[in-house]
């Protein structure tokens, strides 16, 4: 039995307002290895359309940083349907297709139209042509079978027995010689990587909820860890602020309250603060420092939990908490730092965010304050500390702390 595409040419599909986009990712190939990311594009394509879509993939190659093959994406959201509503041999095959249609549904994902589900490139799979062959697979995939995934590339249909699994897959496996940034920024370009974070490529993403117990957890062991919060007490009256609300850090005000907390999350992307306002993730929303602050200290002088999302960047959260002498007793931060640094729009200006940045980039380094809040915090989990990038005459980089000079995370 063979799957394949239809050769009849998918109606290019509409792209509805307001869903968030996926940033350009960057075309950085040689011609060699834009000729092989066209080719790896369009062996899932019947031969009579190559001539046809080939400019099409080359464009979004160029323009996109990947070949996502938007023309196979079925039209409108992917919301998951009722399981007997889907097409398949076994229970297996229909469940499947209903958690990658979860994954994508425009109320989950954080980049629908580039299968990105969260953690800013965690995707299902690399582009709409395998997605279709996937659930061309699953349709047909028996009891006595196991469908194989290599970085979202169906291998294809191996026979096995009722108690093996019925998909295998792999995401993300780099040999160790190019196991780098730059290697794998050109393995993806050219459709033979896929970064599947870990319930985006495996299908199974939850959303907060699956991390909000043990951010639940973290906060309180740190309480006693740290504050002597004693094993029968909470933190009511207890100040905490970190920053994201995306798809794993937004369950952080939620697990602050839980945890009686008063908290505030500052998040630079309004679109993600809405999200987690309207499912009910976090109370509060506001774009003033005093304002959040306010709530927060009403909460504590009442002893009850409150959950506040700042749109804004954490460094100016930070600055006012100093100018204004607020004592912070924890301190985290939960954005990806795997993701290239890109510029983001604050709602208050354009903030140049260091996410996972190389420090030999001055330029930025000279424009931006950065909050060590991961590392400090393991090492000062009870006290604010703040750092700045500052550079030397030459123009060398570095990180000064005007408040810690025993902690060698600051210096």
Not at 56 to 75: A, K
Not at 185 to 209: C, K, L, S
Not at 347 to 374: E, F, H, K, P, Y
Request: glycine content about 10%; aromatic content about 8%.
């Amino acid at each position: 039995m063979e799957i394949t595409l239809s050769k009849t040419l998918p109606s290019y599909p509409s792209f509805v307002e307001g869903i968030r986009r996926a940033p350009d990712r960057g075309y950085t190939l040689t011609p060699a290895q834009t000729a092989t990311a066209l080719k790896n594009a369009l062996r899932y394509i019947p031969k009579e359309l190559h001539e046809t879509l080939a400019p099409e993939f080359m464009e979004e190659l160029r323009t996109r940083g990947r070949i996502y093959g938007y023309r196979y994406r079925p039209q409108g959201d992917l919301k998951a349907k009722p399981i007997d509503e889907y097409k398949g041999n076994c229970i297996e095959g229909k469940a499947f297709q209903v958690m990658i249609d979860n994954n994508l549904c425009f109320d989950i994902a954080l980049y629908p139209y580039e299968l990105v589900t969260y953690g800013e490139t965690g995707q299902v799979c690399q582009n709409w042509m395998q997605y279709r062959l996937i659930k061309q697979y699953l349709e047909v995939l028996t009891r006595e079978q196991t469908l194989v995934i290599e970085s979202g590339h169906p291998l294809g249909l191996f026979k096995s027995k009722p108690e093996a699994p019925r998909v295998i897959i792999t995401n993300a496996l780099m040999v160790g010689l190019y196991d780098n940034q730059k290697d794998w920024h050109t393995a993806m370009q050219m459709g033979v990587a896929n970064y599947g974070q870990m319930t985006a490529g495996g299908w199974m993403y939850i959303g907060p909820q699956g991390i909000v117990h043990g951010t639940f957890n973290t906060l309180l062991n740190a309480g006693r860890l740290k504050l002597g919060i004693p094993q029968d007490g909470d933190l009511r009256g207890r100040l905490f602020v970190s920053s994201g609300l995306g798809g794993m850090s937004g369950a952080q005000p939620k697990a602050a309250e839980m945890a009686g907390a008063a908290a505030i999350i500052a998040e630079v992307d309004a679109s993600r603060i809405e999200t987690r306002h309207t499912q009910g993730w976090v109370g509060h929303v506001t774009d003033s420092l005093e304002e959040a602050f306010s709530l927060a200290r009403q909460a504590m002088d009442e002893c009850h939990p409150v959950s506040v999302a700042y749109h804004g960047n954490v460094v100016d959260l930070l600055e006012y908490a100093v100018k204004e002498r607020i004592h912070i007793d924890l301190l985290s931060d939960q954005t990806s730092c795997h993701a290239k640094p890109r510029t983001a729009d604050s709602g208050v200006g354009q903030q140049r965010m260091l996410v996972g940045a190389d420090t030999s980039d001055i330029d930025a380094l000279r424009t931006v304050r950065v909050a060590l809040v991961a590392s400090c915090t393991m090492a000062c989990l009870a006290e604010l500390r703040y750092a700045t990038v500052i550079t030397d005459e030459e123009g060398a980089a570095g990180f000064g702390c005007p408040f810690c000079s025993s902690c060698t995370a600051c210096t």
